[in-house]
């Protein structure tokens, strides 16, 4: 099995990236780890800003380095337009699991 993670924390940790508007952690089902944290974000859109195509788990790596344990990393990046939200503006991450959380390869 794996280690316990909890979303909020990675949340916290990456919404401190200078090109992150948003992020949601979900977990993605993984054949040995059970789940492994996937970041679904938002980014900035400004002149000078990250472009969406690049930002990876790799560029997270090095910005959560001293801010989270390594196996707490995301071992995956999705970029979106938006997070979708409900009504009173609370994200939905059953709708995110949907879209991102069955694995591609593990």
């Known amino acids: 099995g794996g280690e316990n993670i909890y979303c909020a924390e990675v949340e ?3 919404a401190a990236h200078p090109d992150i ?6 977990g993605r089902a993984h054949s040995k780890w059970g789940q492994v944290p996937v970041a679904v ?3 900035r859109s400004l002149p000078g800003a990250v472009d969406r ?8 790596n090095d910005f959560l380095s001293t801010r989270l ?4 990393h995301p071992t995956a990046v999705e970029v979106v337009d938006a997070l ?9 991450k ?3 699991r949907s879209r991102f959380g069955n694995p591609a390869n593990n």
């Open 41 to 43: 974000v938002v980014l």
């Open 53 to 60: 195509t690049s930002l990876g788990p790799s560029d997270l």
């Open 84 to 92: 979708p939200r409900n009504p009173a503006g609370k994200v939905l």
């Open 21 to 26: 508007v948003e992020v949601a952690v979900i």
């Open 12 to 14: 916290n940790a990456l």
């Open 69 to 72: 344990a390594r196996y707490k």
């Open 94 to 96: 059953t709708e995110l």
